[in-house]
């Protein structure tokens, strides 16, 4: 299923007109995608990609509106953004101390791709310069990093 990101890249940045945003939303696709197919078969993986991957354009593009008409006055009485209950930040804090067990886990250059793109905002082609790799490696080293953190993020948490 890899051999369909750098399509999905193009036909995402064709819509959202950002390379880094499509890039962006292809990951977050890519890893529903391997969730389902972790617990059922999908028939027409290509065409569940590209669904999914729309999907996640309109949320993004819905939470973008709904930001839009939020006005100030709601967003500054709003206790959400007033800083979090003892017991929030705890598991705020042990959640990121799961996250780095889980990156620990990793291969080294899995590990820095990832936290390249993650951390530093980095374009895949600017890690694979950085590095030293192909872009599709470095595409490869994302979405398994991701796989791979989601699935130990899981099995901790339950």
């Known amino acids: 299923m890899e051999h369909y990101y750098r399509e999905l890249v193009s ?10 945003a499509a890039e962006d939303v292809a990951h977050d ?7 389902r197919t972790d617990t ?3 028939e027409h993986p ?5 669904r999914t991957a729309l999907n996640l354009v309109i949320d993004r593009h819905r939470r973008h509106l709904i930001r839009q ?6 967003l500054d009485s709003d206790e959400r953004w007033h800083s979090p ?20 886990e990793l291969s080294a250059p899995c590990r820095e791709c ?5 951390i530093d905002g980095l374009s895949h082609p600017q890690i694979a310069e950085r590095l030293g790799i192909s872009r599709s490696l470095v595409e490869k080293h994302i ?16």
């Open 11 to 20: 036909f995402l940045s064709a819509r959202l007109g950002n390379r880094q």
């Open 29 to 35: 696709a890519y890893l529903r995608v391997l969730e």
């Open 40 to 42: 059922q078969q999908i």
């Open 46 to 50: 290509r065409a569940f990609l590209y």
């Open 69 to 74: 008409t939020e006005s100030l006055d709601v």
């Open 85 to 104: 209950a003892p017991s929030q930040s705890m598991q705020l804090g042990q959640r990121l101390a799961l996250m780095q067990r889980a990156l620990d």
């Open 114 to 118: 990832f936290l390249l793109r993650k």
């Open 143 to 158: 979405v398994n990093a991701m796989k791979h953190c989601r699935v130990r993020m899981r099995q901790w948490e339950s």
